[in-house]
């Protein structure tokens, strides 16, 4: 057996942008025959799978999919087992094991991927379509890789007209390739030898619906002895220099007036106008662009007061679209001026309103370690609503922002002292975190509320939160108990309420610099080539 070495690595960050996708890809869109064990008895199912690869990497190198879809058309009797439930909506989890082989050498990942709730159909075949993180892949030895879909796991949270959960709660699935799909299940061959990365010149692709027989045979020189290479951390941040602010890469008074702002924090000891590298964060872009499109990064922490604890919010794409100028009707006190913006907003992650997955280590009941991993999930609109009041008598304008989101919790892996508590597919909490609401005839319902102020002196930098340069949003929540949690008829609500579940959580944002993406020529200290913000904010306590 060769010394080779195979390593999956789990890597929690988003997928690159499509756009970041160069020549030499291998494009995935496999369309296979299943048969899935349904409640009524095993049926023919088709799954599509859609993704990219390199073609080529070099040994050591990360090998990482991108653009990941999984699509399932489950049939006629997955929707009637539903309308037994008096299912309205359902939503998915898919898990795709994928066989990775180099020569003798073989190692088992899992494609996991959810989906937003989609409508339970009056008939018909209903199909669902995840979207997920995989694991990035390295080798230490040169060789051709195979990676092959293997069997799939569907777990369905169903919910009634009235958004709550069905009895059973959930169901899960189980899906095999069908004997149709032999020789069929090749996803894709990526080519791995010593010193040929992606960056090297291009070869045609290996056609990935082609059986394994028909891949040509590698040229690559023999594996090397060395050990596997981990994927690189997605959350790296770049330590700021000092006297910036909000770790954002600004000025400690912000960008000054008709000037950009900073292109981001330099590494300490770095040549004076020598930036550090962009840090890694999830693809942020506007789809179809308007002059007042905004996009920019957030950040954060938030506290859990009964763990004791804060937990990190990642690095989150938030795209907004500026508001319109208008004067309130209550006229401002003699010698101001005043005007308000709405600006609504929304969470951008993979195509979803929500964050990336995130993980948390805190000690339950002072004394048991605890590691969840979590999103955040929006269910309504964000607004941010910035009143703007002009001195006239000095030239100041003072801001005050508040940011209103919708958030659910969900809790998706739970560890207790490194042991899995399966909790489910559909364990979050029963309504969005919620704040006390300053003018709750205006903002019913329960959602979080963030303030940031802002004040931009006349002819000098600007200082705290501003819309478009970014800052810290500080805010108090309450988490709402939580509901859907559990399997195999175990409850763990009244677990997960009574150790995360209640008020006085104290909640710290930071926003970076935005990106103006709809502008004909966007400002190149604020965005990337690719339109995406350029500056990545670094966290505050």
Known sequence: MRGATIAAFVALAPLLPAAAVAVGTLKVDAALPYVCTLPSGQ?????RITAAFPERAAVGEEIRATDVTTTVELPAGAVADLTTLKAATVRAETRLSVGVTQDDQRADATWRGTAQPVDVPADGPLVLTTTGDVPSLTTDAAGDLRLTAGGLAVDLAPSTADGAPTAPASLSVA?????????????????????????GPS????NPTAPPSSAAPSSAPPPSAGLPLPSLPTDRTFPARPGTANGAGQDPKGPQPGQP??????????????????????????EKPTP??????ITGYSNVR???????????????????????????????????NLSPGQLSYQGRKQTPPFTSTFLSFDFQPVTATMILEQTGPVTIDTLVRIVFATGDNYL????????????????????????????????????????????????????????????????????????PLTGEVAIPPFTGCGAGGENLDRLL????????????????????????????DQCTEDLQPLLVPKPER
């Open 306 to 340: 009964k763990l004791n604890g804060a937990t990190l919010i990642p690095v989150s794409c938030m795209l907004i679209e500026q508001g319109q100028m208008e004067i309130p009707t209550t006229p401002p006190p003699e010698g101001e001026f005043h005007f308000t």
């Open 497 to 524: 309420t009574a150790s995360i579940s209640g008020p006085g959580n104290y909640l710290k944002q930071i926003q970076g610099q935005t990106c103006s993406a709809g502008l004909e020529t966007p400002p190149p």
């Open 175 to 199: 899906c095999v390739p069908g004997q149709d799909a032999e020789g069929r299940t090749l996803l894709a061959t990526v080519r791995v030898g010593a010193g040929t990365g992606t960056g």
């Open 203 to 206: 070869t045609p692709p290996t």
């Open 292 to 297: 007042t499109s905004l996009s920019a990064y």
């Open 261 to 286: 702002a900073s292109r981001g924090p330099a590494a300490d000891g770095d040549a004076p106008g020598i930036r550090a590298p962009r840090p890694t964060a999830p693809p942020c872009v506007t």
């Open 400 to 471: 005050e922002n508040t940011v209103r989101a919708p958030l659910v919790l969900r809790v998706l892996d739970v560890k207790v002292n490194g042991v899995p508590l399966d909790v489910g597919p559909s364990c979050r909490t029963a309504t969005s975190l919620f704040s006390a609401e300053p003018k709750p005839d205006k903002y019913p319902g329960k959602h979080l509320v963030m303030v940031g102020k802002g004040k931009i002196p006349l002819g000098l930098p600007a200082e705290g939160y501003v819309l478009t340069s970014g800052g």
């Open 43 to 47: 049926q023919p199912a088709t799954v």
